[in-house]
């Protein structure tokens, strides 16, 4: 597997959206694989310099993901995802929380086979545009986002199909 062009990201003006895309050199089971399975997500999830810490992971409909990204600044971040619908292996829907239960956005990820490569489509949608806005600015949530692919395109680079 070589790796890929870059991630690119939209963001959109009349929505309160960000969308990151990228085109991975990899069989769409491995990509499945590698958000659905946390030994996999340890070795790739977030932007650069970020790692994280997984607490408990079930990857299905009502399932919950729990764990602490840690910024490269030793800043440690508790997030939760609450999987809404699981499809495999082409669609994830989640919504991502805060450990106290609000809503920071919700996410729908999906693979497609293209020309023996997959697809990622990562899009998250936020309560407002300036909740989107807010994450865009104070977190750098557009580049974050392209790194976190970027990250898994090296990832698969060093799978084995």
């Keep these: 597997m070589s ?3 870059k991630s690119e990201a939209r963001v959109f003006a009349d929505e309160p959206v ?6 991975l050199d990899a069989p769409r089971e491995l990509v499945w694989e590698c958000f659905t399975d946390p030994k996999h997500l340890a070795h790739w999830w977030g932007p650069n310099g970020f790692s994280i810490t997984t607490h ?6 009502g399932g919950k993901w729990d764990f602490v990204m840690h910024g490269p600044d030793g800043t440690d971040y508790n997030n939760l995802v609450v999987y809404t619908e699981v499809t495999k292996p082409e669609r994830l829907v989640y919504d991502h929380r805060d450990p106290g239960g609000d809503i920071h956005f919700h996410a729908v990820i999906t693979l497609t086979i293209e020309g023996g490569k997959t697809r990622v489509v990562m899009r998250s949608r936020f309560p407002s ?7 865009v ?5 557009v580049e974050g986002g392209k790194q976190t692919l970027d990250r898994l395109g090296a990832y698969l680079a060093t799978q084995e199909a």
């Excluded at 960000?18 to 085109?23: H, V």
């Excluded at 408990?56 to 409909?61: G, I, K, P």
């Design 3 to 5: 790796a890929a062009p």
């Design 18 to 23: 960000i969308e990151i895309t990228r085109l």
């Design 56 to 61: 408990s992971h079930a990857a299905r409909s």
């Design 129 to 135: 545009l300036a909740a989107r806005d807010h994450v």
């Design 137 to 141: 600015r104070e977190f750098g949530a």
